[in-house]
Nanobody, 126 residues
Framework: QVQLVESGGGLVQAGDSLRLSCAAS????????LGWFRQAPGKEREFVAA????????YYADSVKGRFTISRDNAKNTWYLQMNSLKPEDTAVYYC???????????????????WGQGTQVTVSS
């Protein structure tokens, strides 16, 4: 059974940095697309970043491009989201996600992902 556990959220001030981690267990993840999504109160869950298994291409939402960096460590079955220059509008619950093995499709779409973590809260004060 696949299990994803996020960590690293917290309360920070605008301009600060945080690094989120997603530790996966139960399967190997080198052949899966790995992503991060977020959901602010009253809003839909939205795409943040992803790294595709087939070619290691990386994708970012326009709102985080240049500030956030996604990375993965296949040996540890863990991926990360480094968040710099945080803004109050980045406040949300952040979820990590993994596709099934060998999945193809748009890495920015929620439908690609079969496995989700429970989320970690990130709050950025102004």
């Amino acid at each position: 059974q696949v299990q994803l556990v996020e960590s690293g959220g917290g309360l920070v001030q605008a301009g600060d940095s945080l690094r989120l981690s997603c530790a996966a267990s139960g399967r190997t993840f080198s052949s899966r697309t790995l992503g991060w999504f977020r959901q602010a109160p009253g809003k839909e869950r939205e795409f943040v970043a992803a790294i595709r298994w087939s070619d290691s291409n990386i994708y970012y939402a326009d709102s985080v491009k240049g500030r956030f960096t996604i990375s993965r460590d296949n040996a540890k079955n863990t991926w990360y989201l480094q968040m710099n220059s945080l803004k109050p509008e980045d406040t949300a619950v952040y979820y990590c996600a993994a596709s099934r093995s060998w999945a193809t499709g748009q890495p920015t779409g929620r439908i690609l992902y079969d496995h989700w973590g429970q989320g970690t809260q990130v709050t950025v004060s102004s």
